[in-house]
Structure formats: structure tokens, C-alpha cells
């Protein structure tokens, strides 16, 4: 199996085959806990072309892409929007927005190439966060990475579900890395 994790910038081909990945995983990721309904609204606002590209080139954005076998299997993206929970306000905080993996390809090499570029982009600041809603298998893979869960009730920013906001303090003001 050949992995590789890359930066994908705004090209027709990637724009195209982001979305179709996306698509793909928002159906596995919530179909089975909202209706269809809130499903097409959420990828009608967040997804839409015109806005995804935007999203795309926006500087407050980083996009990547895991590639299995030449293959797009999954994305993240690292961005310094969102919510900033209360207890980073005085950090420099970066935010995971998405790290989204295809169900038959979350073997652990997959993940990791993944994990392993948002952690090169995530090395000059102070802590990282994400916003996981409650249930993300994800969940136990970034807290097997030192992500720690903060307290308070949370809602997924995207699809009103309960989710868990998880944080990672840097160490490299101690010479560590992510």
C-alpha cells in the first residue's frame, strides 16, 4: 500500500475530486444520525463550488490530501477560524477543522500520514484544537496523539450534534513538536 499525504491547492482536478471525497464522507460520517435533509443543507452551504474554492485559497486555510495507491482517501484541513475554546484565548491556537478518513481506508499508516503533515503545519503555535462531534472514531485516535478533552457542553459547528472539543498543548517551548 502506497500513502502519501500532500498539500492540495485550488485546481479544477483537486477542487472536483475534494468535493467528491467530501460528498462521500459526510454521507458516511452523519447520514446514520441526521436526516438526509440536514445532510444536503450542510453540504450545500459549506461545499458549494464558488465557496469551496474560496475556502481553498483563503490564507486562513491549509488543505491535505491522503493519497492510498494513488487514490484520494481522506483530507484534513488545518485553519486558524473557528471558535477558540476559552482556555486557548491567550495561546496561539490553531484549529484542525476536519480530518476526515474513508471508513475502509482508516488503517493506522493512513491515518498517521495524515496526522503527521497537520503536525508539520501545527508546530509554531502553542496548542491545537479540534471539534469532534460526539461518537467520531477520531475521537480516541487524536487522544492516543496527547489530545485532551475540554470540558464544557459543545456543539459541532457544522451539524447541530453534541460533540467534544479536544486540545493539544504544544511542548516546543521546550524544544518538542507536536
Avoid at 167 to 177: T, Y
Wanted: aromatic share 12%; charged share 25%; glycine share 4%.
Amino acid at each position: 500500500m502506497d500513502i502519501l499525504t500532500k498539500f492540495a491547492l485550488a485546481t479544477d482536478e483537486t477542487v472536483d475530486m475534494l468535493l467528491d471525497l467530501i460528498h462521500e464522507l459526510a454521507s458516511e460520517k452523519f447520514s446514520s444520525m441526521v436526516d438526509q435533509m440536514s445532510v444536503k443543507l450542510y453540504m450545500e452551504k459549506y461545499y458549494d463550488r464558488k465557496y469551496f474554492i474560496s475556502e481553498m485559497n483563503s490564507m486562513s486555510n491549509q488543505w491535505l490530501i491522503v493519497y492510498v495507491d494513488e487514490k484520494a482517501v481522506g483530507y484534513a484541513k488545518v485553519t486558524s477560524r473557528g471558535n477558540v475554546p476559552q482556555s486557548l484565548k491567550d495561546m496561539r491556537a490553531i484549529r484542525i477543522g476536519d480530518f476526515s478518513v474513508l471508513k475502509k481506508f482508516t488503517h493506522p499508516e493512513v491515518l498517521e500520514s495524515l496526522f503527521h503533515k497537520c503536525q508539520s503545519l501545527c508546530n509554531y503555535v502553542d496548542a491545537i484544537w479540534i471539534n469532534e462531534y460526539v461518537g467520531n472514531p477520531m475521537i480516541e485516535f487524536f487522544e492516543s496523539k496527547g489530545f485532551q478533552k475540554e470540558d464544557g457542553p459543545w456543539e459541532f459547528d457544522e451539524i447541530a450534534l453534541p460533540s467534544v472539543c479536544l486540545i493539544h498543548i504544544n511542548g516546543h517551548k521546550e524544544g518538542k513538536n507536536c
